[in-house]
């Protein structure tokens, strides 16, 4: 779609709003970034942690408050001298899990209202005939006193509403379990009802959460409370108009009962190189460039950045093999492999290195299993080993295997012998090249921003 003209530009102010963890807020910039350059006004709710960088795109940032203004890297620090709850590193990932939710979803949602309420006041105030589009994606909880009616500042207009998902979609459905949990989409009458009573089980797991969920609630000025257990999808079906799901069909699994204005936008499409090309390339660039050996890239990720668990195995299972050179991304910059680190001749480690400039010279991509780690691999349409635990990597995982793409391990550290079997039917079987170019190629059809920019537009309609 071509960009807005000069009359479209002056329809409405658009507002971001984030969950302030690096991989929800990635593909929310990207997309603000890109409305941004298509001429609409726009604001970026976000931590301050990450305020530079909201920054740098040339949208407007708004610094979250009070006790949502969370870091989400020292959050995941293993070092941090204050964790989340006591002994959080050591808990099995399904019980990180909640607590991750609890602080980043519950506990700060009355600041993040307070934030977006503060926000609609100051734009109303400086412009009081341009109405405003809230794009909230869908773990951003500090939306939901809006849609249990809470009152807004005197004076100021009820903004439509979008729910963008970056996430697989956490919406309750008849044909799947819960969240996470580790049982198979199923559409038959014995299926659907192990998923009803999966459900009942869900809901009295997370009791408490959800009792606080009502807490902060009452406590944000709302009228009325989610009558279901939490993570049922309410912060998704309550916004006013669309639901736009960051995927493709041929992802996700093609159950029976998708809500009303639910729609795929397609994978983020690739990003733009920056003028001149990529900075401070590593000095052996030019032989990946060059080279007719099979690429295999490997990156640790931001937040798991231990080298013990994904990329040291990886280059290890690939130690023998001189048709591959794998590109080991250890994820922060100024990072190094310690001194004892006997790294194989066929391995190219790197600190940083941006996964847009490598990954169209690759064949394989190993990762630890991030939903945007595995939309740049449809968009270059790169076969996937996946591993990965927490947060939403079970669902990715299963994702994967279902879809056809990779290969999903569902481990934090898989074993040398699993990464090099894995990567060998990665290398040696077609039908996964085949399979990444079908969703590849659903994501170009779809046009992700175009069709966000459509879906601001149809609520302004």
Known sequence: MSSNSGHEQKLAHILFASLPLTGHLTPILRAASELHRRGWPVSVVGSSTHGARISAQGVNFIPLQGNADLDDLLYYDRNNPNPP???????????????????????????????????????????????????????????????????????????????????????????????????????????????????????????????????????????????????????????SSAIMQVGVPSFEYPRSDWPDRFQFVGFLPLATPPPGGYPNLPGWWEEIKTTDKKIVVVAQGTVETNPNELILPTTEAMRDRVDVIVVAILGRRGATLPADVQVPSNARITDYLHYDAILPYARAWVHNGGYGAITHGVAHGVPMVVAGEGQDKPENIRRIRYSGIGVGLGSVAPS?????????????????????????????????????EKAVLDALA
């Open 416 to 452: 040398v012998q699993d990464l090099r079997l894995s990567l060998e039917a990665i290398l040696s079987d077609p039908s996964y090249q085949e399979r990444v170019n079908v969703l590849k190629q659903e994501t170009i059809d779809l046009d992700c921003f175009g069709r966000i």
């Open 85 to 239: 709850v006591p002994g959080f590193h050591e808990l099995e990932w399904y019980n990180r899990a909640l607590v991750d939710f609890e602080k980043f979803c519950v506990e700060p949602l009355a600041a993040q209202w307070a934030c977006i309420k503060e926000t609609l006041a100051d734009l109303h105030a400086a412009h009081p005939n341009r109405p405003v589009v809230i794009i909230s994606e869908a773990f951003f909880h500090g939306i939901l006193p809006l849609y249990m009616d809470a009152p807004l500042p005197a004076g100021v207009p009820r903004p439509k509403t979008l729910c963008l998902s970056v996430t697989p979609p956490a919406i309750r459905s008849a044909d799947l379990p819960p969240f996470n949990y580790p049982l198979p989409f199923s559409q038959t009458p014995e299926g659907r009802a192990r998923n009803a009573l999966l459900w009942d089980d869900w809901a009295q797991l997370t009791a408490p959460l959800r009792q606080r969920l009502h807490t902060e609630l009452a406590a944000a000025g709302a009228q009325r409370f989610p009558a279901g257990p939490v993570l049922d999808g309410t912060i998704y079906t309550s916004a």
